[in-house]
């Protein structure tokens, strides 16, 4: 794992919060998501939605913005996908796993929104074999969500049905219905397509850099030299109310 704003060209570097915040504020679809990296700690508990941004979020249930919240645990990215006007939040990575309702953040964010759905994106797009690419493959959820609030299906809480039919399309599987020879196979080929996906970003990354239209350096560190593109990334710690 690196502190550089840029992906190696090592297929097995773990991706970090500046790199995924780089790709996020390239995304064209950015201006309709406030997107919030990177609670790298997984500290996300009753106060962070207490937080004055979050709070603006999520409480305007007309407005076309939504929120992202990506975090890591175990050296592992996960995220928090809030769509206001569905009430819904959902949660993704990569192995396809559930949030269990009684987890601390399902807890805590109940216990702020008890109103709203929590809704875990079941598609398994990451191989068994694969420890690597966590990164990559949330990177792409996240990109996928921010056209999703921004097209005209937003409001039918249809994301994870909107999210396979993407994979879908690419030729990756969701491993969860296969098992067996057929399980390995098909993780084989979504590992080579994320593999792909990676160098994709890497080749994005090194373009912004030299076009010196990179938003993040290293540290998750403001750049000086260039504004924000695409989508809007703020960073939580920098909240004056936030304790």
């Known amino acids: 794992r690196s502190s550089s704003p840029i992906l190696s060209d090592s297929d097995y570097e ?8 780089n790709i996020i504020s390239l995304e064209p679809a950015g201006s309709t998501t406030v997107s919030s990296p990177f609670d790298s700690r997984g500290a996300l508990g009753p106060q962070f939605f207490r937080r004055p941004a979050v709070a603006a979020a999520l409480s305007d249930t ?25 009430k819904t939040l959902y949660y993704f990575e990569a192995y396809g796993g559930k949030l269990p309702s009684r987890h601390p953040i399902a807890l805590a964010f109940s216990q702020a929104h008890s109103d709203w759905e929590l809704i875990s994106v079941r598609v398994a797009v990451q191989s068994d074999q694969d420890g690597a690419n966590c990164g990559p493959l949330l990177c792409i959820a ?37 098992s067996g020879a057929a399980r390995l196979a098909a993780g084989r080929a979504n590992l080579a397509w ?13 373009r912004a850099a030299r076009e010196s239209a990179l938003s993040w350096d290293e540290g998750l560190e403001p750049a000086a030299r260039a504004p924000q593109q695409g989508g809007v990334v703020i960073r939580l710690d920098d909240d004056p109310d936030d304790d």
Do not use: C
Not at 14 to 21: C, F, G, H, R, V
Not at 72 to 86: D, G, I, V
């Open 14 to 21: 773990w991706m970090n919060d500046t790199q995924m915040a």
């Open 62 to 86: 007309l407005s076309p913005r939504s929120f992202v919240q990506p975090f890591s645990q175990n050296a592992h990215w996960h995220t928090l996908l809030f769509a206001p006007r569905e």
């Open 194 to 206: 994320a593999l792909e996906a990676r160098l994709s970003m890497r080749l994005q990354l090194a």
């Open 142 to 178: 996240i990109r996928q969500f921010m056209r999703y609030v921004a097209s005209d299906t937003y409001g039918s809480k249809s994301f994870a049905s909107v999210l396979e039919d993407y994979f879908d399309s690419k030729g990756v599987s969701n491993l969860d219905k296969f």
